[in-house]
C-alpha cells in the first residue's frame, strides 16, 4: 500500500465532511440496470405484446420449419391469439389440421402464455 500524502489526507478529508461520510468502497454496488425494470414497465404500459410479436417473428423460422415459414408470416399478437398471413387457401387448410402441433411448437419455444390461439388469414 502507498503512503498517503499530506494533500491527500486533507482533501479526503474535506470531501468526508462534504459528503457527510466516506466515499463508498465499490460505487456501483447498488446500480441498477434499465433491462432489469424494462419489462415490468412495458408490461404495465400495455406495450409488452408489440415486444412478444417482434421475439416470434424472429424465432418464427425455427419454430414453424421452413416450409410453413415459407408460406405463413406472423402477422399479430394481441391478448394470445397468435394470426399468421398465408399465402394460398390450401397452405391455410394444411395449417388448420396442424394448429395443435403448430401451437405446442411456439409455447415450447416462447413459453405457455405469449401464445393460446391460431388465427388464420389468406392475403
Same mark, same amino acid.
Given at each position: &500500500?502507498?503512503?498517503?500524502? +499530506?494533500? @491527500?489526507?486533507?482533501?479526503?478529508? /474535506?470531501? =468526508?465532511?462534504? =459528503?457527510? #461520510?466516506? @466515499?463508498?468502497?465499490?460505487?456501483?454496488? +447498488?446500480?441498477?440496470?434499465? %433491462? @432489469?425494470?424494462?419489462?415490468?414497465?412495458? +408490461?404495465?404500459?400495455?406495450?409488452?405484446? #408489440?415486444?412478444?410479436?417482434?421475439?416470434?417473428?424472429? &424465432?418464427? %423460422?425455427? !419454430?414453424?420449419? @421452413?416450409? !410453413?415459414?415459407?408460406?405463413?408470416?406472423?402477422?399479430?399478437?394481441?391478448?394470445?391469439?397468435?394470426?399468421?398471413? !398465408?399465402?394460398?387457401?390450401? /397452405?391455410?387448410?394444411?395449417?388448420?389440421?396442424? %394448429?395443435?402441433?403448430?401451437?405446442?411448437?411456439?409455447?415450447?419455444?416462447? #413459453?405457455?402464455? &405469449?401464445?393460446? /390461439?391460431?388465427?388464420?388469414? !389468406? #392475403?
Amino acid at each position: &500500500m502507498k503512503k498517503e500524502s +499530506r494533500l @491527500e489526507a486533507m482533501r479526503r478529508a /474535506i470531501l =468526508r465532511d462534504w =459528503r457527510g #461520510g466516506d @466515499e463508498p468502497a465499490h460505487l456501483d454496488e +447498488r446500480l441498477h440496470l434499465p %433491462k @432489469e425494470f424494462l419489462a415490468g414497465i412495458l +408490461r404495465q404500459a400495455g406495450a409488452s405484446e #408489440g415486444i412478444d410479436e417482434e421475439r416470434l417473428r424472429e &424465432m418464427w %423460422k425455427e !419454430v414453424a420449419g @421452413e416450409f !410453413v415459414a415459407r408460406h405463413a408470416t406472423p402477422v399479430s399478437l394481441k391478448n394470445g391469439c397468435l394470426t399468421l398471413q !398465408v399465402l394460398q387457401p390450401a /397452405i391455410r387448410f394444411q395449417l388448420e389440421q396442424t %394448429k395443435t402441433v403448430l401451437l405446442k411448437n411456439i409455447q415450447a419455444a416462447a #413459453g405457455e402464455g &405469449m401464445v393460446k /390461439i391460431i388465427r388464420f388469414s !389468406v #392475403g
